[in-house]
């Protein structure tokens, strides 16, 4: 089983951009898609990115997924930053016959 | 619309069973399989079992593995967890999501307390 490790928190200025990495422990980071969920306090999760780099119809095109396979991580990168994306965002990979997700990670836009 | 309602949730004593149900409505059921993912309170997200469209594969989080049963009932467009033996680090919301290209769509959550 591998690990997905996520930042524990990263904070921006509304308008900029920001960029949240997802390390993969152990096998190669492009062998299982990754997905990103994003959970505003008090709600389910949501779908933001899914099979690496595709958005789900509905979510802005201010996001967007990545692999990079020389430092074995995903990233989520949201440009434009508006403070409605304040929220924790989870990665998500698979594993043979199981499900991993990364720690999560605390957007907080000020 | 897709919708998922969990329901089932509540306290009960360690040792004890407790069932969960996810009620599925604006989707073909019998055609997705269907995961099981839990958040202990101010904690991450959980992944816990997943079960196949059809109820013949079935996974488990190894911290669940011989305690909690996921089962379907396509007839009724219902997703089951059986949780016996709940322990205290049970405790958690519980959300049933429906797979495709990912968990594309999540319930509201059942919340679960294990406390005597």
């Known amino acids: 089983n591998f690990m997905l490790t996520q930042p524990h928190s990263v904070s921006e200025s509304p308008g900029k951009t920001v960029t949240i990495s997802c390390t993969r422990s152990?096998?190669?980071?492009?062998?299982?898609?990754v997905q990103w969920y994003q959970q505003r306090p008090g709600s389910s999760p949501t779908t933001v990115i899914y099979?690496?780099?595709?958005?789900p119809s509905g979510v802005p095109d201010r996001f967007s997924g990545s692999i990079d396979s020389s430092s074995n991580s995903a990233s989520l990168t949201i440009s434009g930053l508006k403070t409605e994306d304040e929220a924790d965002y989870y990665c998500q990979s698979y594993d043979s016959s199981s499900v991993v997700f990364g720690g999560g990670t605390k957007l907080t836009v000020l | 619309q897709v919708q998922l309602v969990e329901s089932g949730g509540g306290v009960v004593q360690p040792g004890r069973s407790l069932r969960l149900s996810c009620a599925a409505s604006?989707?073909?059921?019998?055609?997705?399989?269907m995961h099981w993912v839990r958040q202990a309170p101010g904690k991450g997200l959980e992944w816990v079992a997943v079960?196949?469209?059809?109820?013949?594969?079935?996974y488990y989080a190894d911290s669940v593995k011989g305690r909690f049963t996921i089962s379907r009932d396509n007839s009724k467009n219902t997703l089951y967890l059986q949780m016996n033996s709940l322990r205290a680090e049970d405790t958690a919301v519980y959300y049933c999501a429906k797979e495709d290209t990912a968990m594309e769509n999540w319930g509201q959550g059942t919340l679960v307390t294990v406390s005597s």
């Open positions: 099979e690496d780099n595709q958005r």
């Open positions: 079960i196949s469209y059809d109820g013949s594969n079935k």
């Open positions: 152990s096998g190669s980071i492009a062998s299982n898609y």
């Open positions: 604006g989707f073909t059921f019998s055609s997705y399989g």
